[in-house]
């Protein structure tokens, strides 16, 4: 689940699906980097890029809180709904579409973020 709060108020609750096993979500405490619109997304193994629309396996929003040597990891929607509840992402946290673009309408850069097994 992913946990919105104002302060110490809890907001939602957003069920949520994680990263597989060899490609698991960061644990720690981030801040949000970046938020982009219909993001375009770059395949991680082969490279291939996937412009904004049905096909693009980050739905309709981003929020980027990770990143390390060019690898980067966020919030994103997702249209197959049946997904939440399971680790099956490359390391991101997948909500949504209708959700993430909810959440992307509240959150701001420089936002906390704590990740929690």
């Given amino acids: 689940k992913l946990y919105l709060y104002r302060g110490r108020q809890l907001e939602k609750s957003y069920p ?5 096993a060899g490609w698991s979500t960061p644990l ?3 801040q949000v980097m970046e938020k982009r619109k219909n993001p375009v997304w770059k395949h991680p ?3 291939k890029i996937i412009p904004p629309g049905p096909e693009n396996p980050l739905g309709m ?4 809180f990770w990143k ?5 990891v966020g919030f994103h929607g997702t249209p197959r709904s049946e997904e939440m509840g399971q680790a099956i992402s490359h390391g991101c946290v997948r909500l949504r579409n209708a959700d993430i673009v909810e ?15």
Avoid at 16 to 20: C, L, P, R, W
Avoid at 61 to 64: E, K, Q, Y
Avoid at 68 to 72: D, I, K, L
Avoid at 103 to 115: A, K
Wanted: glycine fraction near 18%.
């Fill in 45 to 47: 193994i082969t490279g």
């Fill in 28 to 30: 720690g405490v981030f």
């Fill in 68 to 72: 390390n040597q060019g690898y980067q």
């Fill in 103 to 117: 959440l992307y309408n509240q959150v701001q850069q420089g936002w906390v973020v704590t990740v929690r097994p």
């Fill in 61 to 64: 929003a981003w929020i980027g």
């Fill in 16 to 20: 949520i699906a994680v990263g597989q």
